[in-house]
């Protein structure tokens, strides 16, 4: 049974490219293990750029990851709010909303 926190969409293309999304998994736990900061706070890092660069899956991805991770909402949000004075109050309203999309779905 297909782990209902993964996009379908992902999920079809890990089917069809398996050794390709193996191999971005790995650089993503690369990446995770070549410093000191925890999870929470990686995703809390990785969120802000995908809201920066318009990336509402990756901005999914990482707010299902920041709860598992053990981040409250408010964490979450805050995370995006302080994106305002470098990326505009339409991005990180648009950003909000992807968040939101999560948080209320859960």
Known sequence: MPNKSIPSHYLKIKKEFPDFIQDIENLGETCKNAGP??????????????????SEGA?????????????????????????????????????????NDILEAK
């Open 59 to 99: 901005a999914h991805s990482h707010t299902r990851q920041l709860l598992q991770a053990g981040a409250n909402p408010e964490e979450i949000k805050h995370a995006v709010i302080l994106l305002a004075s470098t990326i505009g109050f339409p991005a990180v309203m648009a950003g909000l909303s992807w968040v």
């Open 37 to 54: 900061l925890d999870a929470k706070t990686a995703h809390l890092i990785q969120l802000a750029a995908a809201v920066a660069t318009k």
